[in-house]
């Protein structure tokens, strides 16, 4: 890459994260050369290159202005959940969804599992191949307490990516980010608390809320900022509400992250009203840019941050291998550890931290962040030219997940019945929700590679969607 | 081995069993003959082997006796633990149990781990080399629902060994009793609810049910009997009682089977006074003679019993992989299973389900067992010759636990204290209380081969017992 393709990479990647907003004007040539110490001529073949990539337009005399990095499509709207805490009832739905398995036979484009297939994973093979030889002793026994130091370690390094400074013994080693957020709410509810979430939000944590016997109450969110800060503030006033909890960096399934201002003054929330929080980091480190956003736990100096997170969507969810930052919880999380299942499975703890150690797993992210940004503009290609024309389809700064706004009228659970004959399922919108809502919204995976076959189902589905419209007229 | 040899091992079995009592009169030798069919001679050789080994002595004209199989040390008593609900809170002290890993500079005489270096596990190690490789897809995959039918079906099998019919779709893979425990705890229960357990019983279950908030009731348990029904049967006329839990094969610490007529009428009282019953069979399969004795589960025409299991004592702790036959609650645990950590990872499915189909799993579990059986009367021996004359002892008839009450004024607390500088570690009685009994009481585990270090270590640990005791006169 010469200088210029990498300061323009750079400004892309800003301007998908919204530092520069759509329709804002881009810096002059000569202050952004200045404010960026690069050369005029750097500027300008990078704003030229970004012209090029359909990201900024000219207007003469005046200067370059960030275009709609999607022309037809446009974002959904913020949510409008139910405004009252809901009991959750949908666990039929959820465990079909989870039981579908991508085969030969059946394209699960709803499946939330990474895309395992990378050579950048072949060295982890190896190493849990040398660990079951070398280490036997070890991978036999059960590793109690927090879990394995030396992967504790290098989480601690990981986290620093995020802006955190966490001691090794403030991590506990959970079976994954589920184990992670079921115990987090154990730890921080009775049964009839009030648990605040964005919305739409990932249903594994809505059955653990549920599970829990606690009440959820949705906040409307927006799929470019997230969680409405003035909406939470209104519950607030309203409801007692114990824990919040969010995906603030990468959500799953909107794809924004939280801009950074919106994080300071949601931790002065939490200050204020006494909640505490609940970070679902799973997919924060496949946030396609760099450096990957700040986590809220790095500006929480109350300790009042319990920051979850696994390996399930960066390496691969056959590891079961998660953890929490608890905070101030963290005696607590251990007894709660102990009680769920004494500790965890050495051979993964093992095997992670020498792939971390020697650098695969940096790789790894980095090999597949670019795969997956890829993949979205393709799949996003996809769903602009077979979907119907009013879809909406978010715009994700990381992970693999899209989610779409269908034409009201469009039921997604009907959809997927009608998709079935086709061998094809996709997530239905109102798995995400504590209150039956976003019946017309999907989620879309792009984990996968682009291949014909994926091509083909999109627009299937596609047809199928035009024909749920046609009948709903 | 020769057909008398085989024969008068099956008698020892037996007799240590219990079918021949201490004290009773065996079958005459004519009668004996006739009974199981072997000739008159092969029970002559048989009765003299027994009584060369010193298990049967011979009154002249009268006939063959069951001598007690240890001539100094006693059986400990009926428990006598609280007779009211209690809540727990010892869990400093777990935590520091569960946390002494033995190490070349540290015997942890009391860990529940069992022997890890015999050979038949070397090909265990090969199955899971060999899946990572050839299964890398389903490796790196989280199995979702109730788990890989591969490793269900396998279950099932082993399962008839105790006497039960269950179809592999009402198994719940785990990651491990400890989760099968916990999740069967929360189908069953609710805040404030009240649970009866076998006293001294496994500190971890009772983790759980502090963790969930539920009282426990102990009931007396007699060494070689299990849980004492009438004193059960008072406690049901008393309290509501919702759920019993116990451990009737095999038992941990105490090592007793619950005898056949026991189980039939355990499940007459859980029908009349309509209880659950969870049955942790974790070291069901590690019973020293064969077969093996029946579950209750095998009994459980109501479907009320939620037999809970693992691999942690037979195979290795550190794969975290059990399971549940939940009877009635198969859809609540699946659910459970969900919130609690998604799935369970593959690879431990995969690689043990290839080990018991191919054989390995019996080959194991038949040499573990005989080493258990050895190192038993070694430890027993030990136990006898170092520690002060009115120990009683625990003559367990599976597993590698033994359970030591020293004379009454010694504190096993206070002992595992004066033992740290010798780098040895005990399981203080107390732990298996949920009321802080027991404090005269240990666990000993002779799952590690009887080296000299460990005879070592008894000897320490009987004159440190020996000098409390002194102290306490
Ligand atoms: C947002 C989010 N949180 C948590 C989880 C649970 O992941 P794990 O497999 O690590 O338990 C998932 C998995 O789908 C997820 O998408
Ligand atoms: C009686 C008993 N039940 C359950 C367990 C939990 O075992 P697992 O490692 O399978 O979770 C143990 C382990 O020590 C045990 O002794």
Redesign the interface.
Known sequence: MTLYQQFAEELKQQIQQGYYPVGQKLPSIRAMSQLRGVSISTVQESYRLLEDADLVYSKHKSGYYVKSPLKTASLPELSQPEQRPVLIDN?QE??AL??T?SSQHFLALGRG?PD??FST?KPL?RL??EN??QQ??????????NGLLKLREQIVRLMQHSGCQVHPDNIQI???C??AL?LSL?ALTQ?GDIVAIDSPSFY?SM??I??NQLKVLEIPTHPQNGISLPALELALEQWPIKVLQLIPSSNNPLGYIMPEKNKLKLLALAEKYDFAIIEDDILGDTVYHYPRPRSLKSYDSQQRVLFCSSF?KT??????LGWVAPGRYSTML???K???????????QLAVADFIEQGYYDKHLRLSKQHYQARRDIMLHWVQRYLPEQTKVSFPQGGYFLWLALPEGIDSFQLNQHLRPYHIGIAAGSLFSASGKYRNCLRLSYANPPTEAVEQAIKILGQQAQLLLQQSD
Chains 1, 2 share one sequence.
Not at 137 to 143: D, L, N, T, Y
Not at 338 to 348: E, I, N, R, T
């Open positions: 666990w959820v465990l989870t039981m398995e599992s395992t297939s994973l093979q849990m191949n079951i030889k036997s002793k070890q991978v036999f026994s059960c590793a109690k307490g959970t079976a994954g589920q184990e079921s154990k049964p594994g059955q653990a549920q599970s399930s390496i691969a969810p056959g590891l079961r251990t007894h709660l102990f009680v769920s299942s004494l500790g965890s499975a050495s051979l993964p």
